[in-house]
């Protein structure tokens, strides 16, 4: 018998090949996909992240471990019902107005992918007004905006004050994250979280949707 911990390992451990066996014996066995997802593939998940922010994971640990996630998911996802959905929230993310990059981004993106976001990922050197339109269209849950550059974080203010402007500040949560910023000014600019890095996102936008532990 597979044992849901067995999953939660292997993801740890960033075995992909492992994972995806160790799911697909789970099917078999009866396990719910709903149950393999939330106690096994996201909690190992978790579990990757918090190590990255401690210290003892680095960036290709944590890049294992998303894509032990994201194949074992395309094993799941066509044996999911309503009541098993994989989706916990919608994000939508993009690198603000004059920066072009999007390591940091594309980490996030999966790592959130992987713990159940449906991630709506816009690219780098996003306008303000693109982000008004993206939470227009798609009403996510959450925005989350990065930046590398110090000489870019105000693009990240400008597009708070624009979904004000645009009477949307309400309806979504705004995460910041990228090496220059800091909580203190992501409190100034009205964000609703900081992130570190990808596994401190991964927390607070569980606790941002209501998922948090």
Do not use: W
Not at 13 to 34: H, M, N
């Amino acid at each position: 018998m597979v044992e849901i911990s067995a999953i939660q390992q292997a993801v740890i451990e960033g075995d992909d090949a492992a994972t995806v066996a160790l799911v697909r014996e789970a099917v078999d066995q009866g396990i719910s996909p709903g149950d393999i997802i939330n106690s096994g593939l996201q909690a190992g998940l978790i579990v990757v992240g918090n190590k990255f922010s401690s210290g003892e994971f680095f960036i290709p640990e944590m890049l294992l471990a998303a894509r032990a996630v994201s194949r074992s998911l395309e094993v799941l996802k066509p044996l999911l019902s309503d009541t098993d959905s994989v989706t916990v929230g919608r994000v939508v993310l993009g690198t603000v107005a004059g920066d072009i990059h999007d390591i940091g981004k594309n980490l996030v993106g999966m790592l959130l992918t992987g713990a159940g976001f449906e991630v709506i990922d816009l690219g780098t050197d996003v306008p303000a007004a693109r982000f008004v339109a993206a939470i227009e269209e798609h009403h996510p849950d959450i925005l989350g905006l990065s930046a590398l550059l110090t000489t870019t974080m105000p693009s990240m203010e400008a597009a708070v004050a624009a979904l004000a402007d645009a009477g949307l500040r309400q309806q979504v949560k705004v995460v910041v994250g990228g090496a220059p910023v800091t909580p203190h000014f992501a409190e100034r600019i009205g964000a609703d979280g900081y992130g570190a890095d990808g596994g401190m996102a991964i927390e607070l936008c569980r606790r941002l949707v209501g998922k948090g532990a």
